[in-house]
């Protein structure tokens, strides 16, 4: 009985440290798990779903969800939680299709300034002690009001070669899935192959050990806003090049659609605690419910609270996994 109660606890500890290797724990299998059960259930409903148009299909809406996603998460991974998400990838839109042919070096600099504005509202909480959730719901309504002085109603030009970044078709491969991999990728080398990933991850988790070890928790917090200000832009950049055009509110389900993603894939709002590759997933997982509810013949009118009721039994499985890891 103690041989093969030592073997499993034995095995069980190789898996974990094969996991750990790559910033993942078990609960963090979660988002995978629930993205392939979704995927399967879209293709009972419909078989035509596992072929590379299907899967295209399914998946076209996840890429700008996951960048907006891995925006959510390093603001999570400082504690923090950003409620400009949505509106700011709606000011992105908006600065390409009116910017980008005619003006490329101000659409460049307007670019840059919101991801500097980003790391100023890091700045912001980190110096002023005010709640990001104040700083970021009052930044939502900064961002709303540029684009729509910027472009009042749907509408612009996006640059060709944009709109052919977001909709290329590879055959034998689903487009969304290589991008989505490439995502988690760049995710994955910054949070877990750079030293200001590990601090950031650390100021998350421990600030007083982070300012003791001689690191500013002011230069981590700008850097964790920095780089959710970059993601954002690149979330702007795609929805622009899939739609073809700027909207101000085009993106505005993202903010809660963005934290859900982070939850999902093993995410926590204390801090320290979210994998680039679990937040993918969550976010490839959240798009697929959605288009899982339209395969089924859901009416558009109960489809968000669908998704809603979905994403509860999901987490409610997160919370299940990680008192049995516990």
Do not use: E
């Not at 070890?213 to 964790?224: K, N």
């Not at 780089?227 to 700027?246: H, P």
């Amino acid at each position: 009985m103690t041989t093969f109660i030592h073997t499993d606890t034995t095995a069980k500890s190789a898996k974990q440290g094969v996991l750990s290797r790559f910033g993942i724990s078990g609960s963090d299998m979660l988002a995978p798990g629930a993205l392939i059960a979704l995927v399967l259930v879209c293709c009972i409903v419909n078989p035509n779903v596992l072929t590379v148009f299907g899967l295209t299909l399914v998946l076209s809406s996840a890429i700008p969800l996951a960048l907006a996603s891995l925006a959510q998460m390093y603001v999570v991974l400082v504690g923090d939680i950003d409620l400009g998400n949505g509106a700011a990838i709606g000011l992105v839109t908006t600065i390409v299709a009116t910017l980008l042919i005619p003006h490329p070096v101000v659409a460049i600099i307007a670019l840059a300034a919101v991801i500097a504005l980003y790391a100023l509202s890091g700045l912001l909480v980190q110096t002023r002690r005010i709640p990001a959730i104040i700083v970021t719901l009052g930044a939502s309504f900064v961002w709303l009001g540029i684009a729509l002085i910027v472009l009042p109603s749907p509408g612009g030009t996006v640059p060709h070669w944009l709109v052919l970044s977001a909709t290329t078709v590879i055959p034998g491969i689903p487009y969304p899935i290589l991008i989505a991999a490439a995502i988690a990728l760049v995710g994955w080398l910054i949070s877990m192959r750079t030293r200001y990933g590990a601090v950031i991850r650390a100021g998350g988790a421990s600030p007083d050990a982070v300012g003791r070890a001689g690191w500013s928790m002011t230069r981590v917090r700008m850097t964790a806003y920095g780089l959710a200000g970059f993601f954002i832009v690149a979330a702007g950049l795609f929805v622009a090049g899939a739609t073809g055009s700027g909207d101000a509110q085009s993106s505005s389900d993202y903010t809660l659609l963005a934290v859900a993603s982070v939850v999902l894939g093993g995410g926590r709002f204390s801090g320290g605690r979210a994998t680039p590759i679990g937040t993918v997933c969550g976010a490839l997982a959240v798009s697929v419910a959605g288009s899982m509810l339209a395969l089924i013949g859901v009416p558009s009118d109960y489809q968000t609270g669908m998704q809603g009721l979905i994403l509860l039994a999901v987490l409610a499985g997160r919370v299940i996994t990680d008192r049995k890891s516990a």
